[in-house]
């Protein structure tokens, strides 16, 4: 079965036209997710469907920053936070998280700096691996375009 993927707002171009702006559109967005949500999605695109719309009283709001809770904070680890954010987040975490989890790189723990190597950081040390993957699959995974 091929699962449904979470909309984000990103991927959409928005008009400049009230009604038709980003912030005017995230009721439909949110609406759109719910769909996937009633479809039968894994744990991870619930968590992140759900964590990427707070409650502000009874609005939705698009937290567009939203990060999952096991990855590090900016404060304790700069790199991989802002690898989530800038890489990970706008280009991977959608479909990923769509997929079983020794895929889901949106668990920081399917991450261990330090070995094979997953992304090129500012240095060596900081390159980020798959873990828990069989060769196979850790092949497949590092040779599949992830921008």
């Given at each position: 079965?091929?699962?449904?993927?979470?909309?984000?707002a990103?991927?959409f171009?928005?008009?400049?036209?009230?009604?038709?702006?980003?912030?005017?559109?995230?009721k439909?967005?949110?609406?759109?997710?719910?769909?996937?949500?009633?479809a039968?999605?894994?744990?991870?695109?619930?968590?992140?469907?759900?964590?990427?719309?707070a409650?502000?009283?009874?609005?939705?709001?698009?937290n567009?920053t939203?990060?999952?809770?096991?990855?590090?904070?900016?404060?304790t680890?700069?790199?991989?936070?802002?690898?989530?954010?800038?890489?990970?987040?706008r280009?991977?975490?959608?479909?990923?998280?769509?997929?079983?989890?020794?895929y889901?790189?949106?668990?920081?723990?399917?991450?261990?700096?330090?070995?094979f190597?997953?992304?090129?950081?500012?240095?060596p040390?900081i390159?980020?691996?798959?873990?828990?993957?069989?060769?196979?699959?850790?092949?497949a995974?590092?040779?599949?375009?992830?921008?």
């Amino acid at each position: 079965m091929t699962p449904l993927i979470a909309w984000k707002a990103r991927n959409f171009e928005f008009s400049s036209q009230i009604g038709l702006r980003r912030q005017d559109q995230e009721k439909q967005i949110y609406l759109l997710n719910q769909n996937v949500l009633n479809a039968g999605p894994t744990p991870a695109e619930q968590s992140l469907i759900t964590g990427r719309f707070a409650n502000e009283g009874v609005k939705k709001i698009l937290n567009q920053t939203y990060i999952d809770p096991s990855w590090p904070s900016q404060a304790t680890n700069a790199s991989a936070y802002n690898f989530y954010q800038n890489m990970y987040a706008r280009s991977c975490r959608t479909c990923h998280v769509a997929l079983v989890e020794g895929y889901n790189f949106g668990h920081y723990q399917n991450i261990t700096p330090g070995s094979f190597v997953f992304y090129r950081a500012a240095s060596p040390e900081i390159d980020v691996p798959i873990t828990g993957l069989s060769q196979t699959e850790e092949f497949a995974a590092t040779s599949h375009p992830h921008f």
